[in-house]
């Protein structure tokens, strides 16, 4: 029998663009971080409260205003670091006195596991992805999910189930998405369990080997082609 693990993903649709909003928290310790708040500040923070989470801090995945336009309005109950990518694009940059710019590679700890801050630009120039590996146990389960997995990935706009974020916006570029998706998410553990930025999907998260035969923006090898689709 597999034992349950202590990081729990909380997912929440929220919004007229089908966003979701995720909370990652430490079911030992109630820590926890918001991932992209925005639509309904108030909801977020009753949800939290619900739990008892002792939010530490809201991770975001980009800038784009349906990702982001929660921050301020929670941040009215709550004096908690926002963290984004230092390389988004100024024209992206939430506007708040709490910002803290974040760069590739940096880890955020929550106890019994780090939360990984993977920089996957092609969407926006700061698009992140958040990677985590529970520590021994595999099982994982919020209120309406249940999954078994070793490591989930929260995607953003990077990459959806069966399809990946836009590259034609301000800020976006297909070529590097190509490589955020070749060198960066094909490369985690196939175990990966995938949660995107919006519900596009049947589903509300799917494991990476499953996505790499159905998903056609993993399907290609050549820069050419992924083009051709994306654009
Ligand atoms: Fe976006």
């Not at 979701?20 to 409260?49: G, H, L, R």
């Not at 021994?136 to 249940?146: C, I, N, R, V, W």
């Not at 995107?196 to 050549?222: A, E, I, R, V, W």
Request: proline fraction near 6%; hydrophobic fraction near 35%.
């Amino acid at each position: 029998m597999q034992e349950k693990s202590p990081l729990k993903i909380d997912q929440f649709e929220l919004g007229p663009m089908a966003n979701y909003i995720y909370f990652i928290s430490n079911e030992k310790t109630k820590d926890a971080y918001v991932v992209d708040p925005a639509w309904d500040s108030e909801f977020i923070y009753e949800q939290a409260q619900k739990q008892n989470l002792n939010l530490k801090g809201m991770l975001i995945t980009h800038g784009h205003p349906d990702h982001t336009n929660g921050i301020n309005a929670l941040l009215k109950h709550i004096d908690i670091p926002v963290y984004v990518s230092l390389d988004e694009a100024s024209f992206y940059k939430p506007i708040c006195e709490n910002i803290i710019d974040v760069k590739p590679g940096e880890s955020l700890t929550m106890g019994d596991f780090e939360i990984k801050l993977l920089h996957t630009p092609g969407h926006t120039p700061g698009s992140q992805c958040f990677y985590i590996e529970a520590p021994s146990q595999t099982y994982h389960a919020g209120d309406h999910l249940e999954f078994v997995s070793k490591s989930i990935v929260i995607s953003g706009d990077t990459l959806f189930l069966d399809g990946c974020g836009r590259c034609d916006l301000p800020g976006g570029n297909a070529e590097i998405m190509f490589d955020s998706i070749a060198n960066i998410l094909m490369k985690l553990p196939d175990e990966t369990v995938i949660f995107p930025g919006h519900n596009y999907h049947h589903q509300h998260c799917d494991c990476l080997s499953n996505q790499k035969k159905t998903n056609p923006y993993l399907q290609y090898d050549n820069l050419k082609q992924f083009i051709a689709k994306r654009m």
